[in-house]
């Protein structure tokens, strides 16, 4: 896969940004890693894999989307390590901590004492400043883009989408423009003209994703208004009606593709196209498109596939 370094970084050239949602798969050591890199005493060593395998990414990828950041607030350290490790170039994209997009938590063994009570952080524009922006400030010029990722809703959460609207266009009214922003519903009836010109508003991008419960890619891109800003934000994760779970299942450990899916792979180059458009005046922000291995199996030969046929 080392042949995709030259035509990733031309698009790379035009502010079109591709990668994969995380990094540490060993299964593609042979395609994308060099197994022999991260040998310790004649054996694979997976701690020294996950730690390290980040340099070797960046010699191909110019940017990917560090999912762990949805789990817990990054430190300045953690952010600072992951930077060391990729050209002064390379761009990060960030889930943004789930302290702030949760609305009530799930009764999961992860939230302990609190699964199914209300997150009193919920859309914490103070908290989310202090403990997510200020860990960045240092490393700003390599973080490319924010996302927060908001999981499905349900009547308990919001009674009409309305009101979600408005309490996302209160939150993101209190943060700084200096960062690039991008929305991810998981609710397809919030995909509404109010919606998408709220985001608007703010120069926020509306995340193209293909999920489980979401319309797919090319429906997203045909609704009025869903290109909300002068950037692009897409993240293919799923085949819409399978589940995280069977797609693990189905895929693990990630070697190759086992489910093509040439009708996300073509929205995928429409949104390239669209995000190569020059801007009518001034700089645009740079555009970015995630890759899941839980689309088709393998998200190397899909990004691959994604490019070869890409204008």
């Not at 999912?67 to 952010?79: E, R, T």
Request: charged share 25%.
């Amino acid at each position: 896969m080392t042949w995709l370094r030259e035509p990733l970084q031309a698009l790379a050239s035009e502010d079109v940004l591709i990668g994969t949602s995380s990094w540490k798969y060993p299964g593609w050591c042979g395609q994308l890693y060099d197994e022999s890199r991260y040998v310790t005493r004649g054996r694979f060593s997976e701690s020294r894999f996950e730690k390290e395998c980040l340099e070797e990414f960046s010699e191909v990828f110019p940017t990917v989307c560090v999912d762990a950041g949805y789990y817990n607030f990054p430190s300045p350290a953690y952010i600072e390590g992951l930077c060391r490790q990729v050209p002064e170039s390379f761009q990060f994209a960030f889930k943004v901590t789930d302290t702030i997009t949760i609305k009530n938590y799930p009764q999961l063994p992860r939230f302990g004492e609190k699964g199914g009570k209300a997150n009193e952080h919920f859309l914490n524009a103070e908290l989310f400043k202090s403990a997510f922006l200020a860990s960045c400030e240092r490393r700003q010029h390599q973080i490319g883009l924010l996302i927060f990722e908001f999981s499905h809703f349900y009547p308990k959460d919001f009674g009409r989408g309305r009101e979600f609207v408005d309490a996302l266009d209160a939150f993101l009214s209190k943060l700084p423009d200096s960062y690039a922003y991008a929305v991810e519903v998981r609710n397809r009836n919030l995909l509404q003209p109010d919606y998408f010109a709220m985001l608007s508003s703010h120069r926020v991008a509306h995340v193209f994703n293909s999920w489980t419960r979401m319309p797919s890619l090319a429906e997203q891109i045909a609704m009025p208004g869903s290109f909300t800003t002068d950037f692009v934000a897409a993240r293919l994760l799923l085949r819409p009606g399978r589940a995280y779970e069977q797609a693990v299942e189905a895929f693990s450990p990630y070697k190759e593709v086992k489910d093509p899916n040439p009708e996300v792979r073509a929205a995928a180059r429409k949104l390239v196209e669209k995000a190569k458009e020059k801007p009518e005046r001034g700089k645009r922000r740079k555009s970015f498109l995630f890759v899941n291995n839980r689309l088709e199996g393998n998200a190397l030969s899909t990004i691959a596939a994604i490019v070869k046929d890409a204008k």
